[in-house]
């Protein structure tokens, strides 16, 4: 498994391209303008409580009001009421919490009147970005996150990630952790931390330590709403939630964000410093290494696999349903069952990139091709848990239905990564109700794969008829398209412009001139 990261820069935003051995699967902007990301603290003021939703919405600054419900307030909210009124009138100077007396945890059961009421201030964590028509979900039950550790104040706790497996490295960590940890702030000991020793997870702690006493000083006479402390820009918290040996490279186009990017590296991984690239050349660096293209035949309604497989992924209010077809594909397996499960493990491969790449979140419905032999349902559930284990939102699959539908809940916390894949219709001529069509070089992939197949059904000779665009897009340029394909397959396939086609009209032929299905 290798990963790498490429960053591109411009004037108001920031997009990331995580690629795992060659294919994308994870597309993230950061824009200049948003000022709510996922791990923001916030000082804020309570608008008002609704007893009828148990929830209180909270001014933040955004246009519509935050939602914090009881169930986020967290066991610690009135210790935490308490210590942000003695440190914003500037009664309490010391913020490591050893002496702070912890106020009797909220009833889980109660009600937000309890415990929260109008025009108070408090402190927030945005959970969930602003989406659509609602404004941000929040939390008062604040936690610091680290390369190897996260902070939570208010606690003794020490917890340790589920994906450790071994009991001993599980009762080492934690042992180590009790010993080092402040009194007052709990921890949750990350995933990346197996293995590593004191010293390590000491520095880690020491920096989130003196991010909460820096957050604290801000306080005092604070503007409310502000934001008092910031997440990791969107490329260091990549870095640092997914960041580990199988990186090979790291590339950026933007100088000042490479000596960001390349300083903490450093700090965290000092033996990977020299991954961290600075990419400078006048072709962008997304055109550059292939992602624009990826980009481009990634997203729409329909999404094609490997050996012939597709996707159809439809959107609705509630949920979003995939379908998955076999499309014409070499059949090498002698029965229907094998064919059908083979597909559904190619396809479910794509599912999981799909659900990362785009972010789609909320409750995802996936028609696989119906399968007869519980032990190969089976396979399929397995395969698609093992490729959506490196999925960093919290999500949860459901065996399959007898109908061969899968359920799967995926987290979502921010927008859905949208891109338009579709162009105006060129052969339009400046009609208005002229539709729109697929981007050319979805088209070009369409050919690549459909010379494939007809390459391996033995056609020994082939005619491509295709629009002027198309063809001199296939025969220009050293090598062109036509010559790689020669180069691989050792067979030429004659290239005949057609005016009369629309743009993205093709039609193959074989040595007899009658056109190959």
Known sequence: MNYELFIRSSSRE??????????????????????????????AKIRKTVQGLNAAFVNVGYEKDAFLHYHDLGPKVLTLLKFIKRVSTGKLKEYSLKDFPLEKEIDKNGGINDALKSNQSILVQIVKEPISTKGPRISSELSIAGRYIVLVPFSDRVSVSQKIESKEEKDRLKRLITSIKPKGFGVIIRTVAEGKKVAELDRDLQNLTDRWTAMCKTLQGAHHPSKVLSELSRGSSMIRDVFNDSFSAIHIDDENLFIQIKDYVQEIAPHKESIVKFYDSKVPIFEKFGIERQIKTSFGRTVSGSKGAYLVIEHTEAMHVIDVNSGNRSNKSKTQEGTALEVNLIAATEVARQLRLRDMGGIIVVDFIDLGQAGNRKKLYDHLREEMKDDRAKHKILPPSKFGLIQITRQRVRPEMNIKTREEDPSSNGDVNSGEIEAPIGVVDKINE???????????????????????????????VRTKWFMEHKKWVKIQPRDAYTYLEYHFYDKNGEEIN
């Open 450 to 480: 459909d010379v494939k197949r007809l390459f391996k059904k033995d056609y020994k000779k082939m005619t491509l008829n295709a629009h002027p665009f198309i063809a001199a897009f296939l025969t220009k340029g050293i090598p062109s």
């Open 14 to 43: 920031v997009d990331f391209a995580l690629l795992k051995d060659g294919r994308l699967v994870e597309l993230n902007k950061e824009e200049e303008d948003n000022k709510f990301s996922v791990g923001d603290v916030y000082i």
